[in-house]
């Protein structure tokens, strides 16, 4: 572009085609007298956009570009774009991929197409988020407002909001019947600064809401028609934005990170978005602590401050400090293990320490973390290497593969063993490993490749040498590795069934030499520390449940209860199940420290008691057989022995039809063996329901529980 005396000039040329008449060339002329631009050497020049508060004419538009800027010159002077000291969304390179991930800060938004948005009858919606605020705006979808005529408008609508903590989804029809459904942590909250994912459904009927795969809840909704919608908002909306007083519970935007948002099956590409603001496209920074949280906080603070003092009409811009790059806090491990409130006689524990950069997974079936590597490295040689610590049978380790996974490696296990896959496009070759390595203790897995030749070592054993089919070489991967399991988003079938998480805990895990490191990934879900020392079992925080059976559990005239348990504290329900209109029921908890086992054949209950033991509140583990033999209980617990009959001995079985809960139960459901709605906050393992007439007893894995809420299946801490 020049501009010569009024005149100004701008030609576009094609960088492939050499041919200058197919340069285009645009002239046009100031009016008026002026010859020049009036600019000092203060004067600040724009490229890709503008700051939020800076004051433009109104045939400048204030839209943002999107795309690849370089050999940026000024009255020949080169300019570089990556050296000012003012920039907010603008990145090294020039790669138009997708952008699938947007670092929101507060008044901002992205506004996406609508394409693809209906809520229709069988529909949904899916992202994942990271904050440290409470309340925030993630999604708002907008429909056309009804027809004037009518007696008062109504606009269609859903959103998804953080609103004090819980997760509140609402969605009104044209006809104006409002729906709402919320969900709140069953333990710790949302809004630590890790990743949650959230699903949205609408099917049969019926909103759901579920987060992190483990929190839902779901309402009615009899509509039957799709609701159709023309704008979509994530992470905020305008501030000009004229909607209906009661339609959003809040205007605060979503301050972090929203990543892999997809509505209907589709993958949204913040790249192709139709405006706007104060947000970072296509980029989530890995969560920080300590001082650069800290400085991030108190830069926010200090940008937000400039930006709200007064612009004089003259001026091109109030000068800003360097923005920071958008960060989030992870405000120390998660608050799941809390033994520091001493009940009286109770026994106190000192708890384990955690191991430095080392991260437990399992907590849900896609629970993970995942790095980046320059994937020109492994082409010719990979080697990997990592430590194992579980108790698990199956579980995904590591994986990494090209895109349509034609060339891909994965280390697995599968019954205990060590399986290590791996495909250089010719076809598949695999190794497992004869020696079992979930017994709890480390294990230090490595895999060392070479053109067609690999060697698999466990514990600086060699115990395979593998050779790829056809003797290919090249390893053709995306430079992505994930760790301990797979998003929810990702799928593969090159590897067999077991791609869930593995139940343990990995560190040092190094490739090609580099140790990398799993506290700073590009993305993890549902990733817990590691502790010192572990036993086997399921930790129950105090605040949810574990449901089995979804579809009902018959008790009958006869059951045994088998299972383990250790605690700290006096109270809390540990077996529950009833009917959902009489009063059958079973159920044991512990009640002032003793446990307490009741039934109800439906004339009325009766229960034992261990009255003759200590309290049972002295973090060891007790091992307990609570048996129901048709009008009679009997209670052992560590070989001591309580029997109890019930006073109407023609009625031997109870007719229960609810499902099995362990640990507590929610508030809708009544248990009448029980004295008390307080959850159970200990560790409980090797749970078992055994019938006369069964050969084999129905074992309740705590890993497989249709619902589970404030429950960490994959391990207990020890002191």
């Known amino acids: 572009m020049m501009q010569p005396a009024g005149q100004g000039t701008l030609i576009v040329n094609n960088f492939d085609d050499d041919d200058d008449e197919n340069k285009e060339n645009v002239t046009g002329s100031s009016p008026g007298r002026s010859t020049g631009l009036n600019l000092h050497s203060s004067s600040k020049i724009y490229f890709g956009g503008f700051p939020a508060n800076h004051n433009v004419r109104p045939e400048v538009t204030k839209k943002g570009f999107s795309g690849c800027l370089r050999d940026a010159d000024f009255n020949r002077a080169y300019m570089n774009l990556l050296q000012s000291p003012d920039t907010l969304g603008v990145r090294k390179g020039c790669t138009l991929d997708a952008a699938h991930s947007s670092s929101i800060r507060d008044g901002g938004f992205v506004q996406i197409p609508a394409d693809n948005a209906t809520l229709g009858v069988d529909s949904e919606i899916s992202l994942s988020f990271s904050t440290l605020n409470q309340t925030g705006l993630l999604l708002v979808a907008l429909g056309t407002p009804s027809s004037p005529h009518r007696r008062a408008q109504v606009t269609p609508y859903y959103t998804m909001t953080l609103l004090n903590g819980r997760v509140l989804f609402q969605v009104r029809a044209a006809t104006g019947r409002l729906t709402s459904v919320n969900v709140e942590p069953a333990s710790g909250t949302y809004h630590d600064g890790r990743d949650h994912s959230l699903t949205i459904s609408r099917h049969r009927g019926y909103i759901k809401i579920e987060v992190d795969e483990v929190d839902s809840n779901e309402a009615r909704f009899n509509l039957r028609k799709d609701l159709l919608v023309q704008k979509v908002f994530v992470g905020g909306v305008p501030g000009d934005l004229i909607v209906p007083s009661d339609l959003l519970k809040t205007r605060q935007s979503f301050v972090g990170c929203i990543r892999n948002l997809v509505i209907n099956a589709v993958l949204t590409d913040f790249a192709k978005r139709l405006a706007f603001e104060r947000t970072d496209i296509g980029h989530c920074v890995a969560l920080k602590d300590g001082k650069d949280a800290l400085r991030f906080a108190e830069k926010l603070a200090e940008?937000?401050?400039?930006?709200?003092?007064?612009?004089?009409?003259?001026?091109?811009?109030?000068?800003?400090?360097?923005?920071?790059?958008?960060?989030?806090?992870?405000?120390?491990?998660?608050?799941?293990?809390?033994?520091?409130?001493?009940?009286?006689?109770?026994?106190?524990?000192?708890?384990?320490?955690?191991?430095?950069?080392?991260?437990?997974?399992?907590?849900?079936?896609?629970?993970?973390?995942?790095?980046?590597?320059?994937?020109?490295?492994?082409?010719?040689?990979?080697?990997?290497?990592?430590?194992?610590?579980?108790?698990?049978?199956?579980?995904?380790?590591?994986?990494m593969a090209r895109i349509n996974h034609a060339d891909f490696v994965s280390v697995q296990l599968h019954e205990g063993k060590l399986r290590i896959s791996y495909d250089l496009g010719s076809g598949p070759t695999s190794h497992t490993s004869q020696e079992l390595v979930n017994d709890?203790?480390?294990?230090?897995?490595?895999?060392?490749?070479?053109?067609?030749?690999?060697?698999?070592?466990?514990?600086?054993?060699?115990?395979?040498?593998?050779?790829?089919?056809?003797?290919?070489?090249?390893?053709?991967?995306?430079?992505?590795?994930?760790?301990?399991?797979?998003?929810h988003t990702f799928s593969t079938s090159r590897i067999g069934k077991v791609t869930h998480s593995i139940a343990g805990c990995i560190k040092n895990f190094i490739m090609n030499g580099k140790k990398m490191d799993l506290d700073q990934p590009e993305s993890s879900n549902d990733v817990d520390v590691c502790y010192v020392n572990t036993e086997r079992g399921a930790y129950f925080e105090g605040t949810g449940f574990a449901k089995f059976v979804e579809k009902g559990y018959h008790v009958g005239t006869d059951l045994n209860i088998k299972l383990e348990f250790r605690t700290f504290h006096k109270d809390g329900v540990i077996f529950g199940i009833s009917h959902d209109k009489m009063k059958d029921s079973v159920g044991l908890e512990l009640v002032n420290g003793k446990l307490v086992f009741q039934a109800d054949n439906g004339p009325g209950a009766f229960t034992a008691i261990s009255e003759a033991l200590p309290l049972l509140c002295d973090g060891r583990w007790h091992t307990v057989v609570a048996s129901k033999q048709k009008h009679q209980l009997f209670l052992n617990v560590d070989g001591s022995r309580t029997e109890a009959t019930s006073s109407v001995p023609q009625s031997t079985a109870v007719d229960t039809n609810n499902p099995v809960f362990i640990g507590g139960f929610p508030d809708a459901v009544k248990q009448h063996a029980l004295q008390q709605n307080t959850s159970f906050r200990g560790c409980i393992r090797n749970i078992e329901l055994q019938k006369p007439h069964m050969k084999n007893g129905l074992v309740l894995n705590l890993s497989d529980a249709t619902v589970r809420r404030g429950v960490i299946p994959t391990g207990c801490m020890a002191a």
């Open 440 to 487: 709890e203790e480390w294990h230090t897995v490595s895999f060392a490749r070479h053109d067609a030749h690999a060697n698999v070592t466990l514990d600086g054993k060699k115990v395979a040498t593998m050779l790829s089919p056809r003797k290919a070489t090249i390893l053709d991967v995306v430079g992505r590795v994930y760790i301990g399991g797979l998003p």
């Open 303 to 399: 940008i937000d401050a400039i930006s709200k003092l007064p612009v004089p009409a003259t001026s091109l811009g109030p000068k800003l400090d360097p923005p920071a790059e958008p960060v989030f806090v992870r405000i120390g491990p998660p608050a799941t293990v809390d033994w520091d409130s001493l009940e009286a006689g109770c026994a106190a524990v000192i708890p384990s320490g955690t191991l430095i950069g080392a991260k437990h997974f399992g907590r849900s079936k896609h629970s993970y973390v995942a790095l980046t590597f320059d994937d020109t490295k492994v082409k010719k040689s990979l080697k990997i290497s990592l430590d194992l610590r579980t108790h698990a049978t199956d579980g995904l380790i590591m994986y």
